[in-house]
Nanobody, 120 residues
Framework: QVQLVESGGGLVQPGGSLRLSCSPS????????MRWYRQAPGKPRDLVAD???????SYADAVKGRFTISRDNTKNTVFLQMNTLKPEDTAVYYC??????????????WGQGTQVTVSS
């Protein structure tokens, strides 16, 4: 069973930076589209950024110019560099990926979520 393992959340002051990472726990898998979502209390889960395996990225308007998504295909790992953080960026951040197992079967997986809190 594939699990996506996230790390890098925490508490940061406004204007600060954090870097999130996410990768599958299993070996012999291939991650295709990889995405970051976030969900603030009482709000829906929104797409923040995504990146295809060939490096094409897209961003939500709210984070353009401040967040950068990147990935390391050799490790099936996706990163989210978050700069100039604002209190409204406070949310639980979730990783999502389409992952192919050793037999080529592709399924979607979610990470457990990591809390990002931006506060002075």
């Amino acid at each position: 069973q594939v699990q996506l393992v996230e790390s890098g959340g925490g508490l940061v002051q406004p204007g600060g930076s954090l870097r999130l990472s996410c990768s599958p726990s299993a070996n012999n898998v291939i991650a295709y589209i990889m995405r970051w979502y976030r969900q603030a209390p009482g709000k829906p889960r929104d797409l923040v950024a995504d990146m295809s395996r060939d490096g094409r990225a897209s961003y939500a308007d709210a984070v353009k110019g401040r967040f950068t998504i990147s990935r390391d295909n050799t490790k099936n790992t996706v990163f989210l560099q978050m700069n100039t953080l604002k209190p409204e960026d406070t949310a639980v951040y979730y990783c999502y990926a389409d992952v192919a197992d050793r037999y080529g079967r592709i399924s979607g997986y979610w990470g457990q979520g990591t809390q990002v809190t931006v506060s002075s």
